[in-house]
């Protein structure tokens, strides 16, 4: 018989998990997952992951993944038993949410417990890109000041007209942070948000060409992949700026590329990029541009809060309890 | 008696609300012509290049000395001594004792910055000459390069950028960095820039103290008597007072030791602020978690042990460096010299 890859000495009674991919935060709490759950581990196996999948998950009910898993759907067609997928990211743009529901899959993901690290990180490429600070730092740590003299002036953020590109949690968050800034803020989203008095926009050009930065804090799916495109980016114009914290897709790429190789806006902070960990290299040249490599998420507390809440979901379902973070269907699938 | 024709034509003519406009701007234009005039004759010293625009207005309006022209600039200024009505200094250049003293005529220090350290204001007091410096066009910037340093050193911005640069994502992951939300602010110095930075980490749900040298009663803070006390309860500490003889080394070993190898600190203030030798040995060491810095004991020299240190963030002195801002701190140092010259008010004397 095949041999199983498991901790399956040590943990024949506790609820076997399958995991795909596996997600960083599998990588950083391994340990603690494998005293809680018996874990599936495809890829500590030589045998292809379909092959391991029939002869091993045909009874798995609870798949732990990320968005690092392109091939979930085709996974989770091996997988009759499955009742439950929890990923550990924030938008659930990798799984088919219309196949778990004709399904009867439940979605649990990562819910709001990074929105405020999400929000600061996409402060601080924001306030980066302006003031200069990374260019800065980089400059100085070559002990350049003395020789070369001050680095050029930068750009004031105060009274900066701000667009938000879906006012979801982060959203809200980050327009929180930049309210204290002075900055004004105004917003696009799916529908108007009644609770909150910023300007509301339906069409993303018009919010760009009202707004001197684009904060891209919307999930991805059908309707907002490129959705920022060259008429946006156009429309923000040579003084405009825009940051993007969400997925990479949410932008033409090629089209950022251009614009601001030729100058057609003025500089862009990129947490999320169209084909990770792959970077344009044309970009590399650039100074108005500041770089992160996919970490919005990724600090020690949020991760700690991570693991708690996936731990949390997977006891909740074994217990037949209700999840912490379900995915609402409704809310991903218009 | 009947007054001549001419005379009620006059009379007509300025009494009528049109006339009364016309003399008003007839009477504004002599004005400020002959300001100009007087004006044009004023001896400005600018102590050291600051900014384009500044000198660009100054020699419109006055008769612009620059102290760098010349080599020898004790020469320099014995030569011109007897011109010079105001200098025009900065946080690099100011106007300390021994320049006061070698300009007899001087009547006014108008500085393009906030800090006063750079002047001697004990000597202005005694001869009489005004002060005037730059308060709160620059608050909000210097307010937003402290939180965008403490972002950056949290969250390690910078060194990401280089990590993508360098290509190394294609291999490796980056790591965890540390949540900057919900992380205690401490704030040496809760004045207009000190409550500014107050008021942004509020928003990212940072709870707030503050050491002052009295107790602020409109601020809705903590208060801590001590240095050493708010160090030790926080894990964010921020310089942001004047720099006097009593806030010199403010931030010394003890105070470095009490905010402890998971503490953070941020200097937008001035160098001399911070023991630098202290703070060097306690990052090297690890006895301080990380530091952002805008200033320096002996600017432009930064202490190269530094360079290497990710969970260090370096600028330039650039508290206040924007486009916007430069231009408005140009032009309320041109104002509080107009005023001054023309009797008027001055927009924002220190002395």
């Not at chain 1, 998990?17 to 599936?40: A, D, N, T």
């Not at chain 1, 114009?237 to 825009?242: A, D, E, F, H, K």
């Not at chain 2, 006390?229 to 003890?254: F, G, K, S």
Request: charged fraction near 20%; charge should be neutral.
């Amino acid at each position: 018989m095949a041999q199983i890859h498991t901790n399956q000495t040590l943990s024949v009674n506790l609820p076997q998990v399958l995991v795909l991919g596996p997600p960083s935060i599998f990588r950083i709490y391994e340990k603690h997952l494998s005293q809680k759950f018996m874990l599936l581990k495809p890829w500590e196996s030589p045998i292809p992951l379909e092959e391991f999948l029939s002869i091993h998950a045909q009874n798995t009910t609870a798949v732990l993944t990320s968005s690092v898993v392109a091939y979930l759907s085709s996974a989770l067609r091996l997988l009759p038993s499955v009742r439950l997928v929890v990923t550990s990211s924030v938008g659930p743009d990798h799984i088919d949410l219309k196949e778990c529901r004709r399904r009867g899959i439940s979605v649990a993901y990562a819910s709001s417990v990074f929105s405020a690290d999400v929000a600061d990180l996409a402060v601080g490429l924001w306030v980066d890109v302006l003031r200069k600070i990374s260019a800065a730092n980089c400059f100085l740590k070559t002990g350049l000041w003395p020789v070369k003299g001050d680095y050029p002036l930068a750009t004031k953020l105060g009274g900066k007209r701000v667009g938000i590109i879906g006012l979801g949690r982060i959203g809200q968050e980050v327009a929180k942070r930049l309210e204290a800034f002075g900055c004004k803020i105004s917003y696009q989203s799916r529908e108007k948000k009644p609770s909150v008095s910023y300007p509301f926009y339906t069409d993303v050009c018009e919010l760009a060409s009202n707004s001197d930065v684009l904060i891209i804090c919307c999930a991805l799916n059908d309707q907002t992949y490129h959705l920022i495109n060259r008429e946006v980016l156009q429309a923000l114009g040579r003084q405009g700026v825009i940051i993007n914290a969400a997925r990479g897709a949410i932008i033409d790429e090629k089209a950022l590329v251009q614009f601001l190789q030729e100058g057609k806006i003025a500089g862009a902070g990129l947490d999320v990029f169209e084909h990770e960990p792959n970077v344009p290299e044309e970009l590399l040249e650039l100074d108005n541009v500041v770089f992160s490599p996919h970490s919005a998420v990724f600090t020690e507390e949020s991760c700690k809060d991570l693991y708690d809440l996936v731990v949390g979901n997977l006891e909740a379902f074994f217990s037949n309890k209700p999840l912490l973070s379900p995915v609402q269907f409704d809310d991903f699938m218009r | 008696m009947r007054w001549p024709s001419f005379f009620h034509r006059r009379r007509r003519k300025f009494s009528s609300p049109q006339g009364r406009n016309q003399n008003l701007h007839r009477a504004l234009r002599i004005l400020s012509v002959v300001s100009s005039k007087l004006m044009e004759n004023k001896g400005v010293l600018m102590t050291c290049p600051m900014s384009s625009y500044l000198e660009e207005q100054l020699q419109k309006r006055f008769r612009l000395l620059k102290l760098w022209d010349s080599q020898m600039k004790a020469d320099f200024l014995k030569q011109n001594s007897q011109l010079i009505s105001a200098v025009v200094g900065n946080t690099v250049l100011g106007a300390d004792s021994e320049l006061i003293d070698s300009l007899p005529n001087l009547e006014i220090v108008s500085s393009n910055s906030v800090g006063l350290d750079k002047i001697d204001l004990v000597k202005c007091k005694e001869r009489g000459i005004r002060v005037t410096n730059t308060p709160d066009v620059l608050t909000d910037d210097v307010a937003d390069l402290a939180i965008g340093l403490a972002l950056a050193t949290l969250r390690k911005i910078s060194v990401a950028d280089g990590f993508l640069r360098n290509g190394l994502w294609k291999n490796s992951d980056f790591g965890l960095t540390t949540k900057f939300s919900g992380k205690s602010v401490g704030i040496i110095g809760l004045g207009r820039i000190g409550s500014a930075i107050a008021k942004r980490a509020k928003a990212f749900g940072c709870p707030i103290g503050y050491h002052s040298r009295s107790r602020k009663p409109n601020a809705n803070y903590k208060y801590y008597s001590s240095v050493i006390d708010l160090a030790a309860n926080c894990q964010i500490l921020v310089v942001a007072c004047a720099l006097t003889d009593e806030t010199r080394h403010i931030v010394n070993r003890e105070v470095i030791d009490a905010l402890g190898p998971k503490g953070i600190l941020i200097n937008i203030g001035r160098g001399p602020h911070v023991d630098e030798s202290e703070l060097v040995s306690a990052l090297v060491e690890g006895r301080l978690g990380g530091a952002g810095l805008d200033v320096y004991e002996n600017e432009p020299e930064i202490p190269e042990k530094l360079f290497q240190l990710q969970n260090v963030v370096l600028l330039s002195h650039v508290g206040s460096d924007t486009v916007e801002t430069c231009k408005a701190m140009a032009d309320l140092v041109l104002a509080n010299l107009e005023a001054h010259f023309l009797g008027k008010p001055l927009l924002t004397p220190v002395v």
